[in-house]
């Protein structure tokens, strides 16, 4: 009986503590969420002097200033609408009225219009601070020589177009023409209470199949 029972308690104890981390985790992702939810309902402002990741991601901002020649694609599926299935994300440099250097995400557009022109010059523009995070160790190299990159890299970017390591996700702008906005969405899973749900259900399940277990053996014993 010792043995099934240490066996069995032990399990569920496992159990209880992996449900108890989701749970914990579900509260912190919901916090998360609530935060990243209340700046993006904010009033635009300024761009900070010193725009941090941590600090100032998803902070709404309004900027005037003037798109510099230069165009860097991401490779992305077209959004719901699009006439074409696929196209690409363009990262411009935006040159603040303080001369300032930025990147801007100017939207999508269809893969047809790769190499088309597009405005450059003064331009204001509403959209959020952001710094993705969409590369990882399976992320192919752009292709520089074909302009085409898989993912949005803001450091290797502002590199590329000589700019701080800062972006703008264009919301809106007073430039009719301009490519198919994609603003800034919370775009966070938040799995967690089903997952803990399953490991409280595992624990439940583990209890009963332990007392059954320690029923049987003592009916076998009597």
Known sequence: MIAPLLFGVIGVAILLAL???????LQWKTAILDQVAERLARDPVDMPQEPDPERDRYRLIRAEGRILPGELHVYIPAPPGASEKVGYRVIVPLELTDGRRILLDRGFIPESQKEAGRHTGAITVEGALDWPRETDSYTSEPDRGKNIWFARDVTLMAQALETDPVMLVTAASDDAAQPWPLPVTVNIRNNHLEYAITWFSLALVWTMM????LWRIRRRTD
Do not use: A
Not at 19 to 25: E, I
């Open 19 to 25: 449900g108890t981390w989701q749970v914990q985790r």
């Open 210 to 213: 332990t007392l059954y277990l």
